[in-house]
T-cell receptor, first 113, second 118 residues
Framework: QKEVEQNSGPLSVPEGAIASLNCTYSDRVSQSFFWYRQYSGKSPELIMSIYSNGDKEDGRFTAQLNKASQYVSLLIRDSQPSDSATYLCAVIASTGANSKLTFGKGITLSVRP | GAVVSQHPSRVICKSGTSVKIECRSLDFQATTMFWYRQFPKKSLMLMATSNEGSKATYEQGVEKDKFLINHASLTLSTLTVTSAHPEDSSFYIC??????????????FGEGSRLTVL
């Protein structure tokens, strides 16, 4: 059973702080990793993708991947109230048109003004 | 990013009726479309994978005769919930993968359809 674990949360941080969201996965052959943001009642929106070990930065977001530890994280700098949402970690084991994403259960982030 | 449109966004129906949900890729041709279901405060659960012109592949535990999927073209897939019951009330979300994105796995999601069965 391929699993994606997001066990921490809900998470509450003050505005301007760094929010750190963590995710672990069980399938060692996983190749692609994604963070989606989902506002209440809405569908997920892709905010970051990462494919190789290390850090990837995009604006206030930084994704970190460590394949040896089977760990992927998302850092949100200068957190804003508009960042309050559920963040879903998703992992894909193989490439190809029919390859499936496995989602974690999500971490709910609340940014306090 | 690519645009995926889903319709209707909300639907309320009586128990025993059928409901059709459409998913369209607006600015790209989708090699594959995926249908997910999400119950309140739960994660997305994959229901089925569909390719244009082929029968859909359903995940274990998903009734193919109840959730009919048609993928008639590279830009349109439909999900029909047949003889809907209150336990089918959920948020149904489609997603699509286009040519050229098969190597990255990236998916683009529709807006979702909230089904309420009375």
């Amino acid at each position: 059973q391929k699993e994606v674990e997001q066990n921490s949360g809900p998470l509450s941080v003050p505005e301007g702080a760094i929010a750190s969201l963590n995710c672990t996965y069980s399938d060692r052959v996983s190749q692609s990793f994604f963070w989606y943001r989902q506002y209440s009642g809405k569908s997920p929106e892709l905010i970051m993708s990462i494919y190789s070990n290390g850090d990837k930065e995009d604006g206030r977001f930084t994704a970190q991947l460590n394949k040896a530890s089977q760990y992927v994280s998302l850092l949100i700098r200068d957190s804003q109230p508009s960042d309050s949402a559920t963040y879903l970690c998703a992992v894909i084991a193989s490439t190809g048109a029919n390859s499936k994403l496995t989602f974690g259960k999500g971490i709910t982030l609340s940014v306090r003004p | 990013g690519a645009v995926v449109s889903q319709h209707p966004s909300r639907v309320i129906c009586k128990s025993g009726t059928s409901v059709k949900i459409e998913c369209r890729s607006l600015d790209f041709q989708a090699t594959t479309m995926f249908w997910y279901r999400q119950f309140p405060k739960k994660s997305l659960m994959l229901m089925a994978t569909s390719n244009e012109g082929s029968k859909a592949t359903y995940e274990q535990g998903v009734e193919k005769d109840k959730f009919l999927i048609n993928h008639a073209s590279l830009t349109l897939s439909t999900l029909t919930v047949t003889s809907a019951h209150p336990e089918d009330s959920s948020f149904y979300i489609c997603s699509a993968r286009g040519w050229g994105l098969a190597n990255t796995g990236e998916l683009f999601f529709g807006e979702g359809s909230r089904l309420t069965v009375l």
